[in-house]
């Protein structure tokens, strides 16, 4: 990996700064001074900043969150809003995989493993997400347009797996799969099919599903979805099993962190294909 990554991964600093501290001279590796982007193996070369040597960097912490509406996918900034690090424990380097905004709750990941949450992310990879939206207006109409296209300012989107179920009156569950992950998608393909949205849940991010997570709650990554995520990001290289003293091990899968006062989830289960009906009267 390189220079940058070992030393986030090892806690010394994010990777921004640790390229400042390479480009300063302050890294030695093997007792010559680092360049930016060298490449190293933390298990076997002797890294060391400002003469002390790190640690090689444990397994990558993972941590499965489902975050509530009104909350920040960020760092502080500078407001009193929350933010996702507010609600996971304090993990040196630790960051989002595929942002969700303010309004949106559901499915987020967090990883040290800064090399897979950029893969994860990256539009070559079509890593899916799946959303549910309560939402208003023609659903019915709106799921056979999305199965066309639909035609944003900055490309054509064309949803999977769109279902609808009513559920009042004027009021629809409105469910698609996407591969693109561009900014507020959802929000802007409803809007663009004359739907209003109420609310807004991403249920599942590539593998992992958000199931029965509670709001505001969180829990480590199952073998099975651990695997699955290291196929997309790294084909053919062993998975590590969670490291015994990390955060995520130390919690029961659904264990929250701390206590929240949101609203509760809709369930993520399946949901039906081709259109809802509006029970007769």
């Excluded at 900034?77 to 993990?91: A, H």
């Excluded at 056979?144 to 054509?156: H, I, S, T």
């Excluded at 949205?197 to 992992?208: C, K, S, W």
Aim: glycine share 10%.
């Amino acid at each position: 990996m390189r220079i940058q990554r070992a030393l986030a991964r090892a806690g010394v600093a994010s990777r921004r700064s640790a390229e400042e501290l390479v480009l300063a001279g302050r890294i030695t590796v093997n007792g010559t001074v680092a360049k930016t982007g060298q490449v190293v193996d933390p298990t076997s070369d002797d890294i060391r900043v400002d003469g002390r040597r790190i640690e090689a960097p444990r397994a990558a912490e993972w941590i499965v969150l489902h975050k509530p509406a009104g909350v920040l996918t960020s760092r502080p900034d500078g407001t009193d809003r929350r933010n996702v690090f507010d609600i996971v424990p304090p993990v040196p380097g630790l960051t989002y995989v595929g942002r969700l905004d303010f309004l949106t709750e559901g499915v987020l990941l967090l990883t040290t493993d800064g090399e897979a949450a950029h893969a994860l992310t990256h539009p070559s990879r079509g890593v899916e997400r799946s959303y549910l939206a309560v939402v208003r207006g023609d659903a019915e109409g709106a799921a056979l347009e999305a199965a066309r296209g639909v035609k944003l300012e900055d490309g054509v989107v064309t949803p999977s797996d769109i279902s609808v179920r009513w559920l009042r009156r004027g009021v629809w569950e409105f469910a698609m799969t996407i591969r693109e992950g561009k900014t507020h998608e959802v929000r802007r393909i409803c809007e663009t099919l004359g739907l209003e949205v109420e609310r807004l849940i991403r249920t599942r991010f590539g593998p992992v599903m958000l199931g029965d997570l509670p709001v505001g709650a969180q829990r480590g990554l199952t073998l099975l979805e651990r695997r699955a995520i290291e196929q997309v990001v790294r084909p053919g290289q062993k998975v590590y099993e969670e490291p015994a003293g990390s955060v995520a091990a130390k919690r029961s899968p659904g264990a929250p962190h701390k206590k929240t006062g949101d609203r509760s989830q809709a369930k993520s289960g399946s949901r039906p294909k081709g259109k809802g009906r509006r029970p007769r009267s």
